[in-house]
Antibody, heavy 115, light 113 residues
Framework: EVYLVESGGGLVQPGGSLKLSCAAS????????MHWVRQASGKGLEWIGR??????????AYAASLQDRFTISRDDSKNTAYLQMNNLKSEDTAVYYC???????WGRGTMVTVS | DVVMTQTPLALSVTPGQPASISCKSS???????????LYWFLQRPGQSPQLLIY???NRFPGVPDRFSGSGSGTDFTLKISRVEAEDVGVYYC??????????FGQGTKLEIK
C-alpha cells in the first residue's frame, strides 16, 4: 500500500524559512515524480511544483509565482521528497500536500502558518 | 497558463440521482502522444484529494463504476450515474499537458439533498 507522510509544517514568521518532508513507501520511489500541492483554508488546490525521478534526471518544474522562493529536492536513499520554502509570506499559509506520479496518491498534508 | 473552468461551482443532488460536472480548458489538452491529460479528483470533507479519473476516462483502481469521464480537446465532463452519500465533497479537474503549472479548476462542491 502506498503511503505518503508530510512533516515539517508549523508556525513561522513572515520572511522565515521552512523545509517540509514527504516520506514515501509502497512504491518504487526512485522512479516516481513527486509533486507538491497546497491549499489555503477554504480555497482550491494550487500546484507548487514537481521533481522527476532518476530517469528524468531529477528535473524540477515550478509554478512561476513560487519558483523564486520554493525549491523541491529528493533523497532516493531515504525515499523522501522535500520542499524548501524561503522568504515566507502570509499568503503561503496553507496545507501542503505531496503526491506521487500522476498525483495518484496523496499524503494527508502538513499545515504551514505564516504569521 | 492553461485555465480550467468548472461548472457548476455547486450542486445539490438527491441520492440515487445522476450528477454531471463540466470542465473546460483554455487550450486543447490533446498531446502529440495521442493522450489527453485531463484528470478528476474528489476531496471529501476533511480529507486529502483522491484521484478518480485519469486521461479523461480511465477510472483509477478502486473507483466505483458509477463515476465516468468523457470529453475531448477542451471540453470534459465527469458524471456520477447514481449519487451516494459518500460522494459528497469537492470535485476538481486538472490538466497536465503543459507545465508549469499543472492547473486545477476552481472546484465543484457536491452536496446531498
Amino acid at each position: 500500500e502506498v503511503y505518503l507522510v508530510e512533516s515539517g509544517g508549523g508556525l513561522v514568521q513572515p520572511g522565515g524559512s521552512l523545509k517540509l518532508s514527504c516520506a514515501a513507501s509502497g512504491f518504487t520511489f526512485s522512479g516516481a515524480a513527486m509533486h507538491w500541492v497546497r491549499q489555503a483554508s477554504g480555497k482550491g488546490l494550487e500546484w507548487i511544483g514537481r521533481i522527476r525521478g532518476k530517469a528524468g534526471d531529477y528535473t524540477t518544474a515550478y509554478a512561476a509565482s513560487l519558483q523564486d522562493r520554493f525549491t523541491i529536492s529528493r533523497d532516493d536513499s531515504k525515499n523522501t521528497a522535500y520542499l524548501q520554502m524561503n522568504n515566507l509570506k502570509s499568503e503561503d499559509t496553507a496545507v501542503y500536500y505531496c503526491a506521487n506520479s500522476g498525483l495518484a496518491f496523496w499524503g494527508r498534508g502538513t499545515m504551514v502558518t505564516v504569521s | 497558463d492553461v485555465v480550467m473552468t468548472q461548472t457548476p461551482l455547486a450542486l445539490s443532488v438527491t441520492p440515487g440521482q445522476p450528477a454531471s460536472i463540466s470542465c473546460k480548458s483554455s487550450q486543447s489538452l490533446l498531446h502529440s502522444d495521442g493522450k489527453t491529460y485531463l484528470y478528476w479528483f474528489l476531496q471529501r470533507p476533511g480529507q486529502s484529494p483522491q484521484l478518480l479519473i485519469y486521461e479523461v476516462s480511465n477510472r483509477f483502481p478502486g473507483v466505483p463504476d458509477r463515476f465516468s469521464g468523457s470529453g475531448s480537446g477542451t471540453d470534459f465532463t465527469l458524471k456520477i450515474s447514481r449519487v451516494e452519500a459518500e460522494d459528497v465533497g469537492v470535485y476538481y479537474c486538472m490538466q497536465s499537458i503543459k507545465l508549469p503549472p499543472y492547473s486545477f479548476g476552481q472546484g465543484t462542491k457536491l452536496e446531498i439533498k
